[in-house]
Every structure is written in structure tokens, then in C-alpha cells.
């Protein structure tokens, strides 16, 4: 298996909604991350885990809340967002947060109303 | 890391070969020049990556130059498929950090 596996494609909610995006991956990596992705803009980095600590935290607001259960699985917990936080979220994995490349998950694409 | 250029936009007949510049003059001898592309609202896909010698797969070609400062994608039949956003990236110990990259056109 080589793929990141993200759910679900496409996600409309309510300002006041609670969600989660999953992001999956089996290629034993131990570095995941989320990438937030605007119309016409470059993928910019939000968060990074290695060996299921968070290591990295761009200055991300606490709406946005990540999760890594175990080393396969990726959670993003969104709550109160705004529309402008209306983006492609995009997960990805590599082997360790240092020294690899990364394959990337297709995105949730994510509509706040 | 160090910082990349690459011009905006390109245009390529399909068929023919797709030559992508990337200019990275402040690169490190530690950083490696990862390219990647990103066809419309997919996730960016992995195409190449070198250190300082020239390296091939079955998807492109990566030049680099001998003093490292810059580097050439090759796509050598480009495909309609091919049209896309392709990122030059340098990455040492740290993070993948995307830049504006090229919008490359494949025209029939």
C-alpha cells in the first residue's frame, strides 16, 4: 500500500459544527502532516507529527485541533470555523520528519457556511 | 531552506519534451531539489528528486547544474495529463515548504 487515504473528499458545515477530517496511511511512516491549500496558493504547512508527538505547530489557530492516535491515522478536528477557513486540506506522510520526501493524500475539500 | 524561482506560467506542445527551469542559487551541500506536481484540486504528486547528479525515472528527467544553483525538469513526451502545477522544492532537514511553482500548459 502505498497511498494517504483521506476522508471524506468534500465536507460543508456550519460555522457552529463540530468535524473531523482522517487522514490513513500503512507504508509505516512515522512523520505526518496537514497542509491547509487556498484557490490559486501553494499548499502552506500546519502541523507536524513525528512518532505520534506533535513536533510542529504553525501558529494554527485553536479551531483547528490535530490528533494522532496511533502511527498510521491522522485527525483533524475542526470546530467553530469561520468561511475563510474554507480550503483544500491536504494530509501526508514520510518515513521520518527529516530526511524523505512526502506522499500526499488527494484532500478533503472543505466548505464552511 | 534555501529559496527557489521558477518562471509563472509555460506552454508545451503535447508530444513534444517539457523543460521546467528552477533557479535555487543559496541552496546548501545538505539540501536535496524535490520536484513536484499538482494537477487541479488533486494532492500533489511526487515526480523526481536529486542531490547533484543527474537522476531519471519513468515519469521525468532532473538536470542539475554542476555548482547545484539550479536545476531542469525534463518531461520528455509531455501529455495532456501532464498539464498541472509543478513545485521545485529544496529541502535539507526540514520541512516540504511549496512555493508559487509553474503552471505548465499542454496544449494539443
Known amino acids: 500500500d502505498t497511498e494517504v487515504t483521506q476522508t471524506p473528499k468534500h465536507l460543508v458545515m456550519g460555522m457552529t459544527n463540530k468535524k473531523s477530517l482522517k487522514c490513513e496511511q500503512h507504508?509505516?511512516?512515522?512523520?505526518m502532516y496537514w497542509y491547509k491549500q487556498k484557490a490559486k496558493k501553494p499548499p502552506e504547512l500546519m502541523f507536524v507529527y513525528s512518532y505520534e508527538k506533535l513536533s510542529i505547530n504553525e501558529s494554527v489557530p485553536s479551531r483547528f485541533s490535530p490528533e494522532c492516535p496511533n502511527s498510521s491515522l491522522l485527525n483533524l478536528h475542526l470546530h467553530a470555523l469561520q468561511p475563510e477557513d474554507s480550503a483544500l486540506y491536504l494530509c501526508a506522510s514520510s518515513q521520518d520528519a527529516v530526511n524523505y520526501g512526502y506522499t500526499f493524500g488527494s484532500g478533503t475539500r472543505l466548505t464552511v457556511v | 531552506d534555501a529559496k527557489t524561482t521558477q518562471p509563472t506560467s509555460m506552454d508545451c506542445a503535447e508530444g513534444r519534451a517539457a523543460n521546467l527551469p528552477c533557479n535555487h542559487s543559496t541552496i546548501s551541500g545538505n539540501e536535496y531539489v524535490y520536484w513536484y506536481r499538482q494537477i487541479h484540486s488533486q494532492g500533489p504528486q511526487y515526480i523526481i528528486h536529486g542531490l547533484k547528479n543527474n537522476e531519471t525515472n519513468e515519469m521525468a528527467s532532473l538536470i542539475i547544474t554542476e555548482d547545484r544553483k539550479s536545476s531542469t525538469l525534463i518531461l520528455p513526451h509531455a501529455t495532456l495529463r501532464d498539464t498541472a502545477v509543478y513545485y521545485c522544492i529544496v529541502k535539507g532537514y526540514s520541512t516540504l515548504t511549496f512555493g508559487k511553482g509553474t503552471m505548465l500548459l499542454v496544449s494539443p
Open positions: 507504508m509505516g511512516h512515522r512523520a
